[in-house]
Nanobody
């Protein structure tokens, strides 16, 4: 059984930085696509960033230039470096993944069968 576990959330002031981590644990697990999603109160869950096993990335427009997704395939770990945070970035952040490898970066949340419980990120002064 594969579990995704996020860490690194917390409270940060506007303009600050946080680094989220996600580890996929399980015997013999090999994760293809990995992604970070977020859901703010009263809003729909949205894709923040995705990364293929080959390192191709995709970002939502609102975080481009501020957030960076990366991964270590050998460790089944992904990170989300978040800089220049704003109050609009406040949300629960979820790590998601799939054992599958997709032909493009247009991967939907319903394509991902592995989800972590989420970690709260609060940006406030």
């Amino acid at each position: 059984q594969v579990q995704m576990v996020e860490s690194g959330g917390g409270l940060v002031q506007p303009g600050g930085s946080l680094r989220l981590s996600c580890v996929a644990s399980g015997s013999g697990v090999s994760i293809g696509h990995m992604a970070w999603y977020r859901q703010a109160p009263g809003k729909q869950r949205e894709l923040v960033a995705g990364i293929s096993s080959g390192g191709t990335t995709r970002y939502v427009d609102s975080v481009k230039g501020r957030f960076t997704i990366s991964r270590d395939n050998a460790k089944n770990t992904a990170w989300l470096q978040m800089n220049s945070l704003t109050v609009e970035d406040t949300a629960v952040y979820y790590c998601a993944g799939s054992r599958r490898r997709f032909p493009s970066m247009r991967v939907r949340d319903i394509d991902l069968e592995l989800w972590g419980p989420g970690t709260q990120v609060t940006v406030s002064s």
